[in-house]
């Protein structure tokens, strides 16, 4: 009945995050996508991250970007970014992985932030 907990088919764990952005260091079409407000993308993001504010016009910036690259997704604790990717497949986007847990989750396991 409720959604709780229950991991989406596009969620992926930190690690393998971190796995997709080593294999796609070097892929213009791989994009990391920061959907948190400019003030929280302000204090740290992952490297090479856009930032994307889902609470204002996210729907109308979404469409400025080529639905056919590999899209990686995230907020604060992963429930902006689910949504995010949610929008974003019914927009037509192919490639999306939303990180779970968000970026809490990703800093947990000590990974790098600028």
């Keep these: 009945m409720f959604n709780l907990g229950k991991k989406g088919k596009n969620d992926i764990q930190s ?7 080593t294999e796609n260091e070097s892929n213009k ?6 959907v948190r407000s400019p003030e929280e ?9 856009l ?5 204002q016009n996210f729907e109308q910036e979404i469409e400025k970007l080529d639905k056919n690259k590999k ?8 429930h ?12 037509g986007f192919k490639d999306i992985h939303n ?7 990703w800093k947990s ?6």
Excluded: P, Q, W
């Design 15 to 21: 690690i393998d995050a971190l796995e997709l952005i």
């Design 109 to 114: 396991y000590g990974l790098s932030l600028v």
């Design 71 to 78: 899209y990686l997704i995230y907020c604060r604790s992963g």
């Design 51 to 55: 930032n994307i504010n889902y609470s």
């Design 29 to 34: 079409d791989f994009v990391i996508i920061d």
């Design 80 to 91: 902006r970014s689910s949504n995010a990717t949610k929008i974003m497949i019914k927009s």
């Design 41 to 49: 993308y302000s204090e740290n993001h992952i490297k090479n991250a």
């Design 99 to 105: 990180l779970s847990g968000g970026i809490r989750k």
